[in-house]
């Protein structure tokens, strides 16, 4: 099948030929189209309404061959793109956990790409790599992390895509370390709490481990888990010949903010040579306030942590921020060097090549997103943020324990508070179909012991008092008497 | 440790309560940084000359407590971040494979942080996914990839952030698809190129296989497997009885560019029941012209098959392409669902949630980027674009074979020129060590039976024939005589 090709003359006039100068005409529509949408992100429904098919309908079924003007592009994001868009950047988003943006990160993502840095070695992205290592040691000095998590001893930190990958890439570490001390991949068992991340199963399984090699520890009432049942889980898996390899403790889980108890499961890792693994993904940045470090208490005996700067943090998808104690168990679960990575800056010491810390081998210049951060906010305005978040949080909380219609079975100390409407389950979960139908305001559920609860988590970037009135107001007019 | 919380000012103002008012004041000096950068990248040595540390030792080891101004940002990236830099999107720039930006992905990156959609699930994201969905069948037409991927049959497309990413998940799928018909792990075995990238055995060893449980087979004078010694491999594993769970091939290696032969391999593949997997990540982009569509010759035989648009397609990091012909072991390999995430949608048929297609849970809304690179560059773009790139390299090669200095001792039918100097490796090495030193360009180099050669890959955004011109005379000006 041999064509005779075109002769091609590379010298015709292209967007790829300049970007310079499509950057100059382009990048002030682009950046008007910005400032308009984040404007005027209240006008439209939090959630989208759009059907399962509408969006690809509405577009061309097959790539254009000739070039298309930034005009149709833009206009086709009017059309097409925010009505199919669920936006999670509207001051009304309270479901999930929150994935919060900021005009520093918007910014900071058009210099990343311009600069078009891969810092898969520290010699492909010097700065890519030692500003990576630099405002980690930032954020765990704002977070007050242990100093074991710092780049200037044996730990440090790096930035993965997400908590998944995270929590992933630790599991390879405590894995290929219990492996190295003999253990055979089919006898490790790993444990978690019962409200886990399902980030942690999946990491597990994404390691070659089966689903019964997962102990999910039962929790308390307050959601936390129960240091005795992990215990004698623990003393029942070593009597049957199974390895303990990894615990994980949850500060904040994702369905009502359970904290488990670290001092406690740290001792029982490092009593049976297990890795201890916090994931603090979202409700770790209530670090940055003196007050909220409790959370954190027994953060010292943590083999890794994580928190993702891009879920509370105003940092943007994709930027989650991962320490180790220590990192030569990492590099040698992700190290693999084919000669054509092979250079003269690698070979000395003193220096990080990141590819070696995740299961990627590119990389972008995600740090720089974080530096932006850190430094436009300050670490001042970074602590006022998320302290105002957990403020309004527990105004609602408040209000809605002081209104006979509802219970907040839980505590809810930081900003995810979640209820449920007395009259039960089938009340609470038209409750929330018809606060999302206003389009106004977007909440999602869980379910704890059966019951079915609303999750608020009050996060937004530009989330204010006006706007949990209104969430307050639209539950008040919209939920019937107890 | 409690500490009386100071009451937070919630409506303090500050950098984060108006992002449209941020981006309004601070993108056109961010925009005018771009221009300037992008206008001035040739003035700047291909590869970071700092020495390790320099960089950190330029900025303040503490963060800022209070907000700093975006002037004091964008001079520290003139200050310390250019210098710091190896200028990946340089023209100069041959090194590894390229991993191209444009301006059409530095505008759409900053669409998509302002629009700060997570799309795990169509509900989080419709516009998200169903964009993916259509643009992957788009990039699926541009490049003649056979019917099997496209989504409208069992198969379909998905963006991973690198493609040891897509390389990841295909093997997830083929390993669970192998235990699930039986196989115990510790017996299955894979196969590919000598050749092949390190990301394949990375793979196997985050999937928790051993290294002697991936067979790597030699390769023929042209640097392609040799399908008779694969084929005895297998047959020797299988007698032994060990399992063929996956045959990887390689289009386009990174060392030399050599191409296996993907309908042998894929019929020994079929014919004992592996997943056969094809690994396109850069020379895939030249099937967008069909006089070079030979390289896929009998891919559809396979099962997955990936190639990276953030390598030579202009779309910038982190953008891969994965195609299945059969979803379902990818989702059988990746799928858990926490209470939390259940939804209408999700439950109904005829959505995808991308999230069960990756090992991450949340995602960035990536395909906006791929999508506004085709509309803007148009499938006869892309096209003149990698048509020039291997013209352009084509000439190169021209001149190093008919100059007596030097050999091309491989096959160079695409974008990526291997050669060699006569006098030997050590002045091989040091012409790379020359040319590189000028600050003008940069290559790599690799070596294939111990002999050391200069890799030249040309795939640049902004390369013309100046910049080869200018290869051309560094390369005969500072080689010795043979």
């Known amino acids: 099948m041999t064509v005779d090709p075109p002769v091609p003359d590379v010298s015709a ?27 005027e992100v209240t006008q439209h429904p939090v959630l989208s309404q759009v059907e399962p098919g509408w969006v690809r309908a509405q577009l061309p079924e097959h790539p254009p061959a000739q070039s298309e003007g930034w005009d149709e592009i833009l206009a086709d994001l009017d059309r097409v793109i925010v009505p199919g868009t669920s936006h999670w950047q509207a001051p009304g988003w309270y479901g999930y956990f929150q994935a919060n943006s900021s005009a520093p990160a918007v910014l900071a993502e058009a210099i990343i790409a311009t ?11 010097p700065a890519c790599t030692e500003v990576e290592t630099l405002v980690l040691d930032w954020l765990a000095e704002l977070l007050d992390l242990p100093r074991s998590f710092r780049s200037d001893g044996a730990g440090g930190g790096v930035i993965q895509d997400s908590a998944s990958s995270s929590t992933l890439v630790a599991t390879l570490a405590a894995r290929d370390r219990a492996r ?13 709490s019962a409200d886990a991340h399902s980030s942690v199963e999946k990491g597990l ?4 481990l ?57 001792e029982v890792a490092r009593e049976h040579g297990a890795w201890f693994h916090v994931d603090a993904a979202h409700a770790g940045a209530a670090a940055l306030c003196p007050e909220h470090r409790w959370i954190h208490d027994g953060l010292d005996l943590a083999d890794s942590y994580v928190m993702d700067p891009h879920k509370w943090l105003f940092t943007a998808m994709d930027l989650s921020a991962l320490w180790v104690a220590d990192r030569q168990p990492l590099v040698d679960a992700l190290s693999v060097t084919p000669e054509y990575l092979h250079n003269t800056a690698s070979g000395s010491d003193g220096v990080i090549d990141y590819r070696d810390w995740q299961v990627p081998l590119g990389r972008r210049f995600r740090a720089l997103k974080l530096w932006a951060v850190i430094r436009r906010f300050g670490g001042d305005g970074l602590r006022d943020a ?60 869980t379910r704890i012991e059966g019951r079915y609860l609303l999750r608020v988590a009050v996060g937004q970037t530009s989330v204010g008092p006006e706007h949990l009135d209104e969430l307050w107001d639209l539950i008040d007019r919209l939920a019937p008497p107890a």
């Not at 030929?17 to 984040?38: C, I, S």
């Open 210 to 266: 089966m689903g019964d090699q997962l102990h999910l520890v039962a929790v308390d009432a307050h959601r936390a888990v129960r240091s005795d049942l992990l215990i004698k889980a623990v003393q029942a898996d070593r009597a049957a010949g199974r390895v303990p390899f990894m615990v994980v403790a949850t500060v904040g889980t994702t369905s009502t903010h359970g904290v488990d108890p670290l001092r406690t499961m740290g």
């Open 180 to 192: 190295r001390a003999g253990a055979r991949l089919d006898d490790l068992v790993a444990y978690a």
């Open 115 to 125: 600069l078009g840095t891969q810092g898969m070695l520290w010699r492909t992205g």
């Open 386 to 445: 998320v302290r105002g978040h957990i403020a309004l949080a527990q105004g609602l909380a408040g209000r809605l324990a002081a209104d006979d219609r509802f219970e907040v079975p839980l505590p809810a100390p930081l900003n995810l508070v979640c209820f449920a409407h007395r009259a039960g389950d089938e009340v609470s979960e038209k409750l929330l179909a018809d606060l999302n139908a206003t389009g106004r305001v977007f909440l999602s559920h």
């Open 205 to 208: 399984r994404v390691a070659g």
């Open 13 to 39: 006039p292209g967007p790829w030929t300049d970007p310079a100068g499509e950057v100059a005409a382009h990048g002030p529509e682009v950046m008007a189209w910005a400032v308009r949408y984040l404007s």
